[in-house]
Nanobody
Framework: QVQLRESGGGSVQAGGSLKLACAASGRSVSVYGMGWFRQAPGKEREFVAAISWSGRSTEYADSGKGRFNISIDNAKNTVYLQMSSLKPEDTAVYYC????????????????????WGQGTLVTVSS
């Protein structure tokens, strides 16, 4: 059974930074790609970033390019999302997700391909 646990959310002022972490169990991040999605109040869930099993392939939504960085730590079986220059429109619940296709290198943008999700962590950016 795959379990994903996010951490690192919180409240920050615009321009600040946060680093989210997602600890995985039951599935290795060195075999399966991982993604981050977010859902703001009243809006649909949207893709934020994804990383392949090798770490060599990454994808970002246009909203986060140049500001967000996704990475993996194989030893900790954890995926991270470093967010900087945060804006109020980044306010959302952030979810990590695991793709069930081993050694698949993307693309990952569609949430329908991810079969395991964390419970989410809230990020609030104030102006």
């Amino acid at each position: 059974q795959v379990q994903l646990r996010e951490s690192g959310g919180g409240s920050v002022q615009a321009g600040g930074s946060l680093k989210l972490a997602c600890a995985a169990s039951g599935r290795s991040v060195s075999v399966y790609g991982m993604g981050w999605f977010r859902q703001a109040p009243g809006k649909e869930r949207e893709f934020v970033a994804a990383i392949s099993w090798s770490g060599r392939s990454t994808e970002y939504a246009d909203s986060g390019k140049g500001r967000f960085n996704i990475s993996i730590d194989n030893a900790k079986n954890t995926v991270y999302l470093q967010m900087s220059s945060l804006k109020p429109e980044d306010t959302a619940v952030y979810y990590c997700a695991s793709d069930p296709r081993p050694f698949y290198s993307g693309p990952y943008r569609s949430s329908v391909n991810f079969d395991s999700w964390g419970q989410g962590t809230l990020v609030t950016v104030s102006s």
